[in-house]
Structures are given as C-alpha cells and as structure tokens.
C-alpha cells in the first residue's frame, strides 16, 4: 500500500543518500518510532515511518480509538512532522501527491476510512 501511494522520483532516492531532505532517525523522539527507524534518514526514513503506520492502521481498522492512538503516536513521536519536512513537487511525470510522503499518508487514511469508495475508482 505505501509503494501504491509514496512514489518519490529517482532524483529524490538518489539526493535520499545525501540526505536532501535533512531528516534523519535522531529528529525522531525515544520510543516506538525512532528504534524502528535506526539508521534511516530521507526517503528511506520517510517509507519506514509510512509503513510502520499503515501496519498499525490497519491493524486498528474499525477501531476508532486506536486508530486515534495510532495517530497520536504518530504525532506525538515527530514522526509526522518528518513526513511534512520537504514536500513533495509537482512536475508532469510525478505528481505530487505521490512525491509527498505527507499527502501519500493522507490518501492512505483516506483508503483505509473508506475501502469501498477507494475501490470504486479504481478501474
């Protein structure tokens, strides 16, 4: 589900091992978060934390309350701030939507929240 809605470009996979983006494992607070993200940083960083989520989100499908947990961790980690920093671009060969970890998470709660409709668009 994360390579369906996080596609960063080449150019940013190959800047990742740079670290472009400037975001790295130790932004994130101790805890659940940064010791699953040991040694990461950039889009590697960024794909980690989206699937580290998800698993968690859907494991809470239909469970209100941990889903609230779920993403209050997210937030309450730096996590979320991680997926913000350097948002995506918009360029005609990568929409932003898919170059944006932050709006990739989005979409992804928005497939998660409504399964049927999600399926509806797809051809």
């Known amino acids: 589900m994360v390579n369906e809605h996080y596609q960063p470009s080449a150019w940013n996979e190959w800047r990742g091992e740079k670290n472009w983006l400037a975001v790295a494992y130790t932004d994130l607070k101790p805890g659940f978060y940064q010791n699953e993200c040991q040694g990461l940083f950039g889009v590697d960083l960024k794909r980690k934390i989206l699937e580290i989520a998800v698993t968690e989100l859907l494991e809470a499908q239909g469970d209100r309350k941990k889903i609230g947990e779920t993403l209050d961790a997210l937030c309450d980690s730096g996590a979320l701030a ?25 979409s992804i709660l928005d497939e998660i929240s409504n399964p049927l409709k999600s399926m509806e668009r797809k051809p």
């Open 82 to 106: 991680i997926l913000e920093k350097g948002q995506g671009f918009t360029s005609r060969m990568f929409p932003c939507i898919k170059t944006s970890a932050a709006k990739s998470l989005k």
